[in-house]
């Protein structure tokens, strides 16, 4: 039910807008909980309340995955629980201190009223899809921030470059053995020779080749046929 409100609401408005509007509604009900007069109007209260939760919850955890790279996706979902874990934690800890409950309902409520500070920060992103297709100027300059922030040249790309600069793309060399990036660089190896003006001869060499020789280096598959390769003299 949250979720197919939540899902109505963000397609309608942005996660931005919807994330400030459920924590309003989750402020305003944890502050009625505490007033609640009987037991029956208390449950009512907290029923509603864990509606808006999972929506203010979820809502800057895929906003902060959609804008950092691959790399720190995971660790951004795992820091995501490991706060919302601390936070049972805090509130099962306040527990012993807190005896009366109007006083904990206030005290695990009061704290997110700190949040609305984000509304004045003009940088606090928004759904990139929904503004991609809402505003699509702003959608797209947003977009090209989020890729100038997460881009990253592959190796292969260093590596050609290495090669047109220096003329070589590994530090070390080995005379009569192929240049093999290394494995923790990137996922996708580039199999290269070292390139010299005389002692170089083209190479016919397929794929399938330039893969077996990684395994044989324990690398991952080549992506690039060799072009290269040098022969000593």
């Known amino acids: 039910m949250n979720l197919l409100i939540f899902r109505y609401q963000m397609i309608q408005q942005g996660r931005r807008f919807s994330f400030f509007l459920f924590l309003t509604c989750e402020c305003l009900l944890g ?18 309340l864990g509606l808006t939760v999972p929506a203010s919850v979820a809502t800057p955890a895929a906003l902060a995955q959609e804008f950092v790279g691959i790399k720190w996706r995971g660790r951004n979902l795992h820091l995501t629980y490991l706060y919302r874990s601390l936070g049972g934690v805090l509130l099962a800890g306040s527990v012993f201190v807190i005896r009366d409950w109007p006083h904990i309902a206030l005290a695990s409520t009061v704290p997110f009223i700190a949040f609305f500070l984000y509304w004045w920060r003009s940088r606090l992103p928004d759904w990139l899809r929904w503004r991609a297709i809402g505003c699509i100027e702003m959608g797209m300059s947003q977009a090209d921030a989020a890729r100038r922030l997460n881009d990253s040249r592959s190796v292969v790309h ?59 280096l324990s690398c991952y598959n080549a992506q690039k046929p060799a072009q290269y390769t040098p022969v000593c003299c």
């Open 31 to 48: 502050t009625l909980t505490a007033l609640a007069p009987n037991v029956g109007c208390f449950a009512l209260l907290r029923f509603l």
């Open 158 to 216: 260093l590596l050609w470059s290495q090669f047109e600069s220096e003329d070589s793309v590994s530090g070390r060399h080995v005379p009569g053995r192929s240049r093999v990036t290394k494995h923790a660089g990137d996922r996708y190896l580039a199999l290269s020779a070292r390139r010299k003006s005389k002692h170089y001869c083209a190479s016919a060499h397929g794929r399938s080749f330039s893969g077996n020789r990684n395994k044989n």
